[in-house]
């Protein structure tokens, strides 16, 4: 059995020869964390989005099956961007897809961003990733509750567990940890899908805005919640969120990826972080439901 990973370089020039050797410390790094390297493959890219997207659509559990590989974004929502990505394939295969001009973000930064997707790679080598967890374990959807809230509250509690992780282990980076500032942006983009709306009333189109915002405040949500239970975040960074709290109960009894879960015990977390997204939603003025007739979306 090898225990190496195996690392594809997809760029159109050769890295100069300081930054492929930062490369290759932190992959070695990164072998550390996984438990079957040899199962994984690492693609470093300077076309990140057509690569991500190239493998994102060869996961057998994703919640959007219709995407084609040229429609994934790094750009997301409030206007952050990824800079990674861990596609579980089949047969137990997993690709991490990682831009090249991480390195241009600083060591401490390109450090975090490779050892947190080593965490995502753990989770699913352990068997107790949330994500898609509603499909592996006994899960029944409430009434009048949609799927989205689950793979969104399944997302919120993978990013905290490995954020989580990343802080334990000492890989903070103080340029990539979410506050209430990030929180308040993303608050911002869902208030300017409702204003649009209530002058379009195009309800397709608040679908396609909104989505994507309640994705990335469940991310920002995990990674917050993340930097409080280490400490690496102050509470008092929090506090113009009041709907933090919510989170945070729930998510601090989760431990980073040391410890494997039960997958049952995942998967009623999973469900009562998407009780709380849906509440937010809510609060944030979005009403979306499944009811006998089909979908309900109501903007207040
Ligand atoms: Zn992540």
Redesign the pocket.
């Known amino acids: 059995m090898s225990s190496e990973i195996n690392v594809t370089y997809r760029i159109a020039r050769a890295l100069p020869a300081a930054q492929q050797a930062t490369w290759r410390t932190l992959l070695a790094e990164f072998t550390a964390e996984v438990p079957s390297p040899e199962k994984v493959e690492v693609i470093i890219t300077d076309e990140y989005e057509k690569v991500a997207g190239e493998y994102a659509v060869q996961e057998p559990d994703r919640m959007n099956s219709t995407m084609t590989a040229d429609q994934y974004r790094a750009d997301r929502a409030d206007g952050a961007r990824a800079a990674a990505k861990?596609c579980a394939l089949a047969d137990g295969r997993i690709v991490v897809v990682v831009g090249s001009s991480t390195l241009a973000c600083g060591l401490p930064t390109a450090r975090q961003c490779v050892l947190?997707?080593a965490q995502?790679v753990r989770l699913q080598q352990h068997g107790d990733v949330a994500h898609a967890v509603h499909r592996r374990a006994p899960f029944e959807l409430p009434s009048g509750f949609t799927w989205e809230y689950v793979w969104f509250a399944e997302n919120t509690i993978?990013?905290f567990r490995?954020e989580r992780t990343v802080h334990e282990r000492g890989w903070t980076s103080r340029s990539n940890l979410n506050t209430a500032v990030d929180f308040a942006l993303v608050a911002d983009v869902l208030q300017k899908v409702r204003a649009k709306h209530h002058r379009t009333g195009d309800l397709m189109d608040t679908y396609h805005g909104a989505m994507p915002a309640l994705l990335r405040a469940s991310t920002v949500l995990g990674y917050g919640a993340a930097g409080l239970v280490t400490g690496v975040i102050r509470p008092g960074d929090w506090i113009q969120a009041p709907a933090m709290g919510r989170f945070l109960d729930l998510l601090e009894g989760l431990p980073g990826t040391d410890r494997v879960l039960p997958r049952e015990d995942i998967a009623a977390a999973s469900l009562e972080v998407a009780k709380r997204l849906r509440q937010l939603f809510n609060e944030m003025g979005f009403d979306y439901r499944e009811t006998p007739d089909g979908f309900w979306l109501s903007v207040a």
Do not use: Q
């Open positions: 861990t947190h997707e995502h993978d990013e490995c």
